[in-house]
Structure formats: structure tokens, C-alpha cells
Nanobody, 124 residues
Framework: QVQLVESGGGLVQAGGSLRLSCAAS????????MGWFRQAPGKEREFVAA???????YYVDSVKGRFAISRDNAKNTVYLQMNSLKPEDTAVYYC??????????????????WGQGTQVTVSS
């Protein structure tokens, strides 16, 4: 069983920054890719960023150059640094663990464990 706990959300003005953290339980954290997704009201959950077991990163085009995903395997934690935030970044942000070891994915169905979500609100 894996538990994921996000933190770091909040209210920020446009142009500001936030850093999300996701603490994971489990001994094999380093073998799995981790992802961040977000869901705005009335919209489907969408991929934001992922980092594989070796540290290679992937981003949705809308956040490239503004967001950075990283991981600290010693702390079983994955981070999402969000800079130059825009009102359209407002959503509940979720971290998730990919289903299969040594694989990477950008779709919701390829992730099997999810955190409870943390609200990010960007005011204009």
C-alpha cells in the first residue's frame, strides 16, 4: 500500500510562485515515475508534469519554462516548483505514482495511487 500526501498549496497573486511537495510511503519509491496532475472546476483531470526513476522530466506545453518537477529519493518526496503563476493555473493539484516500475506515463489511467490533492488559487 502506498500513501501520498501533498502540501504547499495556497493563494498567490499572478506572477508569484508556490512549491508543492508530495511525501510518499513505501520502500520502492525510487523505482517508480511520479506525476503531478491538476483539475479545475468543471474540467477533467489533466497531466502537468512527471519525473521518471532516473530523473528525466516531462511537462505539458502550458507549463514548460515555468514549472519544475524534482524528486528526493532519500526523502521519498517529489516536488513541483511553480513560477510565473497565471490565473489559469488555478486548480486542485494531485501527485500520483505510476502503475508500473521503470515506466513513464502522462495519462490518468496509468497511475494507481493518488494523493488527496492540494488547492492552488492564482488571483489576477
Amino acid at each position: 500500500q502506498v500513501q501520498l500526501v501533498e502540501s504547499g498549496g495556497g493563494l498567490v497573486q499572478a506572477g508569484g510562485s508556490l512549491r508543492l511537495s508530495c511525501a510518499a510511503s513505501g520502500r520502492t519509491f525510487s523505482s517508480y515515475a511520479m506525476g503531478w496532475f491538476r483539475q479545475a472546476p468543471g474540467k477533467e483531470r489533466e497531466f502537468v508534469a512527471a519525473i521518471d526513476w532516473s530523473g528525466v522530466t516531462y511537462y505539458v506545453d502550458s507549463v514548460k519554462g515555468r514549472f519544475a518537477i524534482s524528486r528526493d529519493n532519500a526523502k521519498n518526496t517529489v516536488y513541483l516548483q511553480m513560477n510565473s503563476l497565471k490565473p489559469e493555473d488555478t486548480a486542485v493539484y494531485y501527485c500520483a505514482k505510476v502503475r508500473s516500475r521503470y515506466s513513464i506515463a502522462t495519462t490518468v489511467t496509468e497511475y494507481d495511487y493518488w494523493g488527496q490533492g492540494t488547492q492552488v488559487t492564482v488571483s489576477s
